[in-house]
Nanobody, 124 residues
Framework: QVQLVESGGGLVQAGGSLKLSCAASGRTFSSYAMGWFRQAPGKERDLVTAINWNGGTTHYADFVKGRFTISRDNAKNTVYLQMNSLKPEDTAVYYC?????????????????WGQGTQVTVSS
């Protein structure tokens, strides 16, 4: 089992950058694939990006390709989301999630551990 805590959210102007962090508890962090999801008010939760256990495979939703970068540091039990060129439509609560199934990192139903979320607000 793994517990996840996100940080780094906040208010930023359009075109700006933010870096989110997700700290995981437990000694088996490297056995999990990790993902970042987001949910805007009145909308479904979407997978933003995901990364396999060693960072060798990543997945990005089309709406963030070229702007967002996921990375992980297994020595620190942390996964990161660097967000650049932010747009007002990126405004949402961002969630970190983990799955022990590292073969299908872009399949949202496989994510079984979730953080509490962190708010990202992009002003125009």
């Amino acid at each position: 089992q793994v517990q996840l805590v996100e940080s780094g959210g906040g208010l930023v102007q359009a075109g700006g950058s933010l870096k989110l962090s997700c700290a995981a508890s437990g000694r088996t962090f490297s056995s999990y694939a990790m993902g970042w999801f987001r949910q805007a008010p009145g909308k479904e939760r979407d997978l933003v990006t995901a990364i396999n256990w060693n960072g060798g495979t990543t997945h990005y939703a089309d709406f963030v390709k070229g702007r967002f970068t996921i990375s992980r540091d297994n020595a620190k039990n942390t996964v990161y989301l660097q967000m650049n060129s932010l747009k007002p439509e990126d405004t949402a609560v961002y969630y970190c999630a983990a799955t022990p199934n590292t073969a299908w990192i872009s399949f949202p139903p496989l994510y079984s551990y979730w953080g509490q979320g962190t708010q990202v607000t992009v002003s125009s």
